[in-house]
């Protein structure tokens, strides 16, 4: 990740909270008083964004000694010390929702990313995410996903080609929107196209896509697609998938599985930070 960029949303998650100061500790903690702190899991599950958490604390006071007991992408358990931080009292109480925020969101991602990918071993198939994100934490969500062992769709709508049902339908059809995409854009970039139904996946293949993606088929029209498109084009599922039906949609084949659910609707671990002095 991008130091710069991190630090950046950092500072700006401190701003929101912080304001003017912590109205609280400045009346209740001495300037001076010093604690040491734990920051402890109360779920299983899948470490990430550890080092955010110790950005936060560095970039209030860069004194604050922060000492990691875990790694992103480590296995945690119920109960487990993540970090201690000792430094000043009040830069502590400062940073703490700031930096469990981004930790127990991370992590959540981390660990339903990572329950997603075990459910399909053995398979072809590869769990990718979408850009059904919070705005302005894409770059840690995303990196959060890598870290559960899944993989990256494109990261905004400049790096890749994606021709969706209302692209289609203002270029005039499938074919006209292969077309010209295929007419313009960069040599390097590969050209996809969202189809609901078999025709539609005919359309795209003669029209030479590198790509599919297959919007809310059932199993049958989608292991039927997969047959059709031959290994002649990446073919991704995508839409209503769950924990529930993912073994199955990697069982028709397909290349890539993806899941908005990663990150658009992902309970955060639990985390906390107690005070030990």
């Not at 030479?208 to 039927?224: K, P, Q, S």
């Given at each position: 990740?991008?130091?710069?960029?991190?630090r950046?949303?950092?500072?700006?998650?401190?701003?929101?909270?912080?304001?003017?100061g912590?109205?609280?500790a400045?009346?209740?903690?001495?300037?001076?008083?010093?604690?040491?702190?734990?920051?402890?899991?109360?779920?299983?599950?899948?470490?990430?964004?550890?080092?955010?958490?110790?950005?936060?604390?560095?970039v209030?006071?860069?004194?604050?000694?922060f000492t990691?007991?875990?790694?992103?992408?480590?296995?945690?358990?119920?109960?487990?010390?993540?970090?201690?931080?000792?430094?000043?009292?009040?830069?502590?109480?400062?940073?703490?929702?700031?930096?469990?925020?981004?930790?127990?969101?991370?992590?959540?991602?981390?660990?339903?990313?990572?329950?997603?990918?075990?459910?399909?071993?053995?398979?072809?198939?590869?769990?990718?995410?979408?850009?059904?994100?919070?705005?302005?934490?894409?770059?840690?969500?995303?990196?959060?996903?890598?870290?559960?062992?899944?993989?990256?769709?494109?990261?905004?709508?400049?790096?890749?080609?994606?021709?969706?049902?209302?692209?289609?339908?203002?270029?005039?059809?499938?074919a006209?929107?292969?077309?010209?995409?295929?007419?313009?854009?960069?040599?390097?970039?590969r050209?996809?196209?969202?189809?609901?139904?078999?025709?539609?996946?005919?359309?795209?293949?003669?029209?030479?896509?590198?790509?599919?993606?297959?919007?809310?088929?059932?199993?049958?029209?989608?292991?039927?697609?997969?047959e059709?498109?031959?290994?002649?084009?990446?073919?991704?599922?995508?839409?209503?998938?769950?924990?529930?039906?993912?073994?199955?949609?990697?069982?028709?084949?397909?290349?890539?599985?993806?899941?908005?659910?990663?990150t658009?609707?992902?309970?955060?671990?639990?985390i906390?930070?107690?005070?030990?002095?």
């Amino acid at each position: 990740m991008d130091s710069l960029l991190i630090r950046r949303l950092v500072e700006n998650a401190l701003v929101e909270d912080v304001g003017s100061g912590d109205i609280t500790a400045r009346l209740t903690v001495a300037g001076d008083a010093v604690s040491r702190a734990v920051i402890r899991t109360h779920e299983d599950g899948v470490l990430a964004g550890i080092d955010i958490a110790e950005m936060v604390f560095a970039v209030v006071d860069s004194s604050a000694e922060f000492t990691k007991e875990k790694k992103d992408g480590d296995q945690i358990k119920s109960g487990e010390e993540l970090a201690f931080v000792e430094g000043n009292s009040r830069s502590l109480l400062l940073c703490e929702r700031v930096a469990l925020n981004f930790l127990q969101r991370l992590s959540g991602i981390a660990t339903r990313t990572y329950r997603f990918v075990k459910l399909i071993e053995g398979t072809r198939a590869s769990i990718v995410d979408t850009r059904k994100t919070t705005p302005g934490l894409r770059v840690v969500e995303k990196y959060a996903v890598r870290v559960g062992g899944g993989k990256n769709h494109r990261f905004g709508l400049y790096d890749g080609v994606l021709i969706k049902d209302n692209h289609i339908v203002a270029a005039g059809g499938i074919a006209n929107a292969v077309e010209s995409a295929r007419r313009n854009a960069p040599h390097s970039l590969r050209i996809e196209v969202e189809v609901t139904n078999i025709d539609e996946l005919r359309q795209a293949l003669e029209a030479g896509a590198d790509a599919v993606l297959l919007d809310n088929m059932d199993i049958e029209t989608m292991r039927r697609a997969v047959e059709i498109v031959g290994g002649r084009a990446i073919v991704e599922a995508s839409g209503g998938v769950s924990e529930e039906n993912v073994a199955e949609i990697a069982s028709t084949g397909v290349d890539l599985i993806s899941v908005g659910s990663l990150t658009h609707s992902v309970k955060s671990l639990d985390i906390s930070m107690d005070f030990l002095r």
